[in-house]
């Protein structure tokens, strides 16, 4: 059945471009778009009138924690298929540190089984990099890229053997994988629960410097520089780390980088008295680093957002501020929160699609994240002004650790398609 959605704000993060128009798909693939009163649309079986509402691809985020198998308490496949859906987020790419950690193929095709029974939207996995996330023994790169895997990390274990680290990035050169890391020196990292500086001193918190991020992906730079991988860094978050990102790039290594939403948006003073939601991995930066990176995510050299989705109960909350749980969720709220760079004029919508969903189904090697014809049919309808107070008790997620409750966002879903078909909201 072929279907046209019109009356839309095209926001074209391939194009870079903003326009009032149409799109037109057949099933599950786009067929065409066009601006209004210029280019005619085509006959279609069923029309839907977007009321001027903005019509963008949907989300691919990359790192979200679902923790089947081992803490289904804390999020299920259902619970996050059904968060994603709401949030707009039409591609979800799960990290591997679940428990236990999905480092075999075995493993991955449950994890693959599971989430195709359950969630209404799409899913890929990541797979650990080394055995049990260890940092001791890689894992079977090859076996389990053939059963999908789409990247390799062990997600916030910094992998601190060298030559462990050099050849597995080796062996994934010769594969064509992805290697995605977290840029941290673990050393200085270790039992650190804030960003150093005056605040980290007042609360007499336990605290580790800006350089510890440079100093970690400054090793993993001349790890990529000498075996050649592909390689990815999960979070890029200080002013100080993006020199030696922008050098990678420019000396040709094959290197792209992530931030969460949080660090775009939030900063250490949100911590303020010790509020345990705010407590993240790598913890928030001061106000001049979050400017930066920014402004990084503007100019193309912080490449991805994503929500960096870890649910986390409400026990390991409930905890003093050095002992609680790091973590937030964000499948929900990764839209309505980008959307405060929109509203403040640091990005623009076609930016924002750029590294929310273009990017990474391009470093992915997936199809969705564009508006071009024979694209997938995955879309989000949204009304970018639409304001709303977050209350943590509504979201799908069964965990409820989100920063933004009581906030005052603004951005509502109306509508998700995935492969042509709502499985959120109407029109």
Same mark, same amino acid.
């Given at each position: 059945?072929?279907?046209?959605?019109?009356?839309?704000?095209?926001?074209?993060?391939?194009?870079?471009?903003?326009?009032?128009?149409?799109?037109?798909?057949?099933?599950?693939?786009?067929?065409?778009?066009?601006?209004?009163?210029?280019?005619?649309?085509?006959?279609?079986?069923?029309?839907?009138? &977007?009321?001027?509402?903005?019509? *963008?691809?949907?989300?691919?985020?990359?790192?979200?924690?679902? &923790?089947?198998?081992?803490?289904?308490?804390?999020?299920?496949?259902?619970?996050?298929?059904?968060?994603?859906?709401?949030?707009?987020? @039409?591609?979800?790419?799960?990290?591997?540190?679940?428990?236990?950690?999905?480092?075999?193929?075995?493993?991955?095709?449950?994890?693959?089984?599971?989430?195709?029974?359950?969630?209404?939207?799409?899913?890929?996995?990541?797979?650990?990099?080394?055995?049990?996330?260890?940092?001791?023994?890689?894992?079977?790169?090859?076996?389990?890229?053939?059963?999908?895997?789409?990247?390799?990390?062990?997600?916030?274990?910094?992998?601190?053997?060298?030559?462990?680290?050099?050849? !597995?990035?080796?062996?994934?050169?010769?594969?064509?994988?992805?290697?995605?890391?977290?840029? %941290?020196?673990?050393?200085?990292?270790?039992?650190? &629960?804030?960003?150093?500086?005056?605040?980290?001193?007042?609360?007499?918190?336990?605290?580790?410097?800006?350089?510890?991020?440079?100093?970690?992906?400054?090793?993993?730079?001349?790890?990529?520089?000498?075996?050649?991988?592909?390689?990815?860094?999960?979070?890029?978050?200080? /002013?100080?780390?993006?020199?030696?990102?922008?050098?990678?790039?420019?000396?040709?290594?094959?290197?792209?980088?992530?931030?969460?939403?949080?660090?775009?948006?939030?900063?250490?003073?949100?911590?303020?008295?010790?509020?345990?939601?705010?407590?993240?991995?790598?913890?928030?930066?001061?106000?001049?680093?979050?400017?930066?990176?920014?402004?990084?995510?503007?100019?193309?050299?912080?490449?991805?957002? &994503?929500?960096?989705?870890?649910?986390?109960?409400?026990?390991?909350?409930?905890?003093?501020?050095?002992?609680?749980?790091?973590?937030?969720?964000?499948?929900?709220?990764?839209?309505?929160?980008?959307?405060?760079?929109?509203?403040?004029?640091?990005?623009?919508?076609? %930016?924002?699609?750029? /590294?929310?969903?273009?990017?990474?189904?391009?470093?992915?090697?997936?199809?969705?994240?564009?508006?071009? !014809?024979?694209?997938?049919?995955?879309?989000?309808?949204?009304?970018?002004?639409?304001?709303?107070?977050?209350?943590?008790?509504?979201?799908?997620?069964?965990?409820?650790?989100?920063?933004?409750?009581?906030?005052?966002?603004?951005?509502?879903?109306?509508? @998700?398609?995935?492969?042509?078909?709502?499985?959120?909201? *109407?029109?």
């Amino acid at each position: 059945m072929t279907t046209l959605l019109t009356n839309a704000r095209l926001i074209d993060p391939e194009a870079g471009t903003e326009t009032r128009g149409w799109l037109a798909y057949d099933g599950g693939t786009i067929l065409a778009t066009g601006a209004e009163g210029k280019t005619p649309a085509p006959r279609v079986d069923q029309t839907f009138d &977007c009321d001027g509402l903005c019509l *963008a691809p949907g989300i691919v985020d990359m790192g979200v924690k679902v &923790c089947e198998p081992g803490e289904r308490h804390k999020e299920s496949f259902r619970s996050a298929g059904l968060a994603a859906a709401a949030g707009g987020v @039409t591609t979800i790419v799960t990290r591997p540190d679940t428990n236990p950690s999905i480092d075999t193929p075995e493993t991955l095709e449950f994890v693959t089984r599971r989430a195709r029974e359950v969630t209404p939207v799409r899913m890929h996995s990541m797979a650990a990099l080394t055995k049990g996330r260890r940092g001791e023994e890689m894992t079977e790169i090859g076996f389990l890229q053939d059963a999908g895997a789409v990247a390799f990390t062990d997600c916030d274990h910094v992998l601190t053997n060298t030559k462990v680290f050099s050849r !597995a990035l080796t062996y994934a050169r010769s594969l064509n994988a992805l290697v995605i890391a977290h840029p %941290q020196e673990p050393g200085l990292s270790k039992g650190a &629960c804030i960003s150093a500086g005056k605040f980290a001193t007042l609360r007499g918190l336990p605290s580790v410097s800006p350089m510890a991020e440079r100093m970690g992906l400054d090793r993993d730079i001349a790890l990529v520089e000498m075996t050649g991988a592909k390689y990815h860094a999960d979070q890029i978050t200080t /002013a100080r780390a993006l020199p030696a990102l922008e050098r990678a790039k420019a000396n040709g290594l094959d290197i792209t980088a992530g931030i969460s939403i949080h660090h775009l948006t939030l900063n250490v003073l949100d911590v303020a008295d010790y509020r345990t939601f705010f407590k993240l991995t790598p913890p928030l930066r001061d106000e001049t680093d979050r400017l930066a990176v920014i402004e990084a995510v503007k100019s193309g050299l912080i490449d991805i957002i &994503c929500s960096m989705h870890t649910p986390q109960d409400e026990e390991s909350k409930r905890l003093p501020f050095e002992e609680a749980a790091s973590g937030a969720v964000g499948l929900e709220t990764l839209l309505p929160a980008a959307l405060r760079l929109y509203h403040a004029g640091h990005l623009d919508l076609p %930016q924002l699609f750029r /590294a929310m969903s273009l990017n990474p189904a391009k470093r992915l090697g997936l199809p969705g994240g564009r508006l071009s !014809a024979g694209a997938p049919a995955d879309l989000v309808v949204f009304d970018p002004d639409a304001p709303f107070v977050m209350d943590r008790f509504r979201l799908n997620s069964k965990s409820k650790n989100t920063p933004f409750d009581g906030a005052r966002l603004e951005g509502r879903i109306r509508a @998700t398609l995935v492969g042509g078909d709502f499985v959120y909201g *109407a029109l």
